[in-house]
């Protein structure tokens, strides 16, 4: 049995179960109204003129099936938003053109939100296109049955995965690179260090057609930083949005790759560890910002005041705008984002439901907009008059695709696991876990597909 500090499980009440709905359904509309029905494209944030995250538009192929389920959508809508989806990353052009959609079966960061071509001049993202090809094979392991329109789901989205390059993309070190620009060839950052490349790698390492060897997984775990904070020992991430996303599709729940053997958890439980280390960070407040505590807590990448540089009761403070702002370590200017807060529902509920009904109740931040919680908060940054947003603190003025499809996501994992069970029987997820090393619980207990 692997150690750990996970709390019992008890049946949540009805009060908690429509909250939690209620959560569900405000993240979700975020897709129904920032979406190109024509093409499935997906609005990063809601500010003007905005391009198409290709991200957001996996979490929100990923969101569908939920919305099915709990009755946000019907499903014939459904199909027809995941088919226009998976049909204009069939038919957009790859090349090496600049103004193309994609190159060697990856896609740019952002697309325009119309013609979805190249915006910005942005690279071909490695891990967006990790997050695209995570909600394509959902729609296909969820959009089962034998119809003409459910097998052209299934069709399109193994079609679309498997037409990714991965040796392309891996670099001299054996990692995976971040990405890659036609004016100027592939960035230099690589993927090292522990971060929301677990599924990245994953996805790379069980592809049919492009496989990277498991090497690949192994040069990358080997930049891996263990910490101890606050009595806590953890495999470190500062920005808590590195510890959900990857578990929004995959199980990690006791299985374990060669590193977690070594330290006797599993990455579940790192996530659950990361989330309480959050929680004490908050009430150690080291940078004594307000509104800081045991209920009010979650730095993560987000939004922000800044940039600015103000001195506030006497200490002078530095803001910054949408910056990967991290806890224990990491940039703090007092920048808060409770949708982080509640992606991390499955891993410490006890801790949780507490912020997120401070967040609701005291703070009033959920219930002025359809979409639920906006981008991020900073308590501090309204003792600068004149500008605070909201009379009483900074409050984000965007809403993010990014952010409100881990909510629908991880809130449905902690209600009945419906994505995990899902992930568990995409053969190129399990191929992925079983090369990158990963035995024991569930991926024991199946049947193991041929390496």
């Given at each position: 049995m692997i150690p750990s500090t996970r709390p019992s499980q008890s049946s949540p009440s009805i009060e908690?179960?429509?909250?939690?709905?209620?959560?569900?359904?405000?993240?979700?509309?975020?897709?129904?109204?920032?979406t190109n029905p024509l093409n499935g494209l997906v609005a990063d944030k809601t500010a003007k003129n905005w391009p198409a995250s290709i991200a957001a538009t996996g979490l929100a192929l990923a969101c569908y099936p939920v919305a099915v389920e709990r009755g946000f959508v019907t499903r014939d809508a459904a199909i027809k938003r995941t088919l226009a989806t998976l049909r204009f990353f069939r038919d957009s052009p790859q090349g090496t053109e600049p103004d193309a959609s994609g190159y060697r079966g990856f896609y740019y960061h952002f697309l325009d939100m119309?013609?979805?071509?190249?915006?910005?001049?942005?690279?071909?993202?490695?891990?967006?296109?990790?997050?695209?090809?995570?909600?394509?094979?959902?729609?296909?392991?969820?959009?089962?049955?034998?119809?003409?329109?459910?097998?052209?789901?299934?069709?399109?989205?193994?079609?679309?995965?498997?037409?990714?390059?991965?040796?392309?993309?891996?670099?001299?070190?054996?990692?995976?690179?971040?990405?890659?620009?036609?004016?100027?060839?592939?960035?230099?950052?690589?993927?090292?260090?522990?971060?929301?490349?677990?599924?990245?790698?994953?996805?790379?390492?069980?592809?049919?057609?492009?496989?990277?060897?498991?090497?690949?997984?192994?040069?990358?775990?080997?930049?891996?930083?263990?910490?101890?904070?606050?009595?806590?020992?953890?495999?470190?991430?500062?920005?808590?949005?590195?510890?959900?996303?990857?578990?929004?599709?995959?199980?990690?729940?006791?299985?374990?790759?060669?590193?977690?053997?070594?330290?006797?958890?599993?990455?579940?439980?790192?996530?659950?560890?990361?989330?309480?280390?959050?929680?004490?960070?908050?009430i150690d407040n080291p940078l004594g910002f307000k509104g800081y505590g045991a209920q009010c807590w979650g730095i993560t990448a987000s939004d922000g005041p800044g940039p600015a540089t103000l001195k506030i009761g006497g200490i002078e403070r530095q803001f910054y705008d949408y910056e990967g702002r991290g806890a224990p370590y990491g940039i703090d200017d007092g920048t808060l984002a409770p949708w982080a807060v509640l992606a991390s529902l499955p891993f410490a509920p006890e801790i949780v439901l507490p912020a997120v009904h401070h967040f609701i109740h005291v703070l009033k931040l959920h219930d002025h907009h359809p979409y639920g919680f906006k981008a991020s908060i900073n308590q501090t940054y309204v003792d600068n008059p004149g500008r605070s947003l909201d009379g009483w603190a900074w409050i984000?003025?965007?809403?993010?695709?990014?952010?409100?499809?881990?909510?629908?996501?991880?809130?449905?994992?902690?209600?009945?696991?419906?994505?995990?069970?899902?992930?568990?029987?995409?053969?190129?997820?399990?191929?992925?876990?079983?090369?990158?090393?990963?035995?024991?619980?569930?991926?024991?207990?199946?049947?193991?597909?041929?390496?």
């Open positions: 908690s179960e429509t909250q939690l709905q209620i959560l569900q359904s405000r993240a979700y509309a975020y897709f129904h109204h920032e119309y013609d979805g071509r190249r915006a910005w001049q942005c690279e071909l993202s490695t891990v967006d296109s990790a997050f695209l090809f995570a909600g394509m094979l959902t729609a296909a392991a969820y959009f089962s049955d034998d119809t003409p329109e459910q097998r052209e789901i299934r069709e399109l989205a193994d079609f679309l995965y498997q037409r990714a390059e991965w040796p392309w993309s891996q670099a001299a070190d054996g990692t995976i690179g971040h990405g890659w620009r036609p004016e100027s060839g592939f960035i230099a950052h690589r993927w090292q260090g522990y971060d929301e490349g677990l599924l990245l790698y994953a996805l790379a390492l069980g592809s049919p057609t492009h496989p990277l060897p498991p090497a690949a997984y192994t040069a990358w775990a080997s930049t891996y930083e263990w910490k101890r904070c606050y009595d806590i020992d953890y495999l470190y991430a500062g920005p808590l949005f590195t510890h959900q996303l990857s578990h929004a599709w995959i199980d990690f729940r006791d299985i374990q790759d060669k590193f977690m053997r070594g330290v006797g958890i599993d990455y579940f439980e790192n996530s659950r560890r990361a989330t309480l280390i959050q929680q004490r960070y908050a984000s003025p965007y809403f993010f695709g990014l952010n409100l499809g881990p909510i629908v996501l991880m809130i449905e994992n902690h209600r009945s696991g419906m994505l995990w069970e899902l992930m568990r029987g995409c053969r190129w997820i399990v191929d992925g876990l079983r090369r990158a090393g990963f035995e024991g619980g569930w991926l024991d207990a199946g049947n193991k597909s041929q390496l």
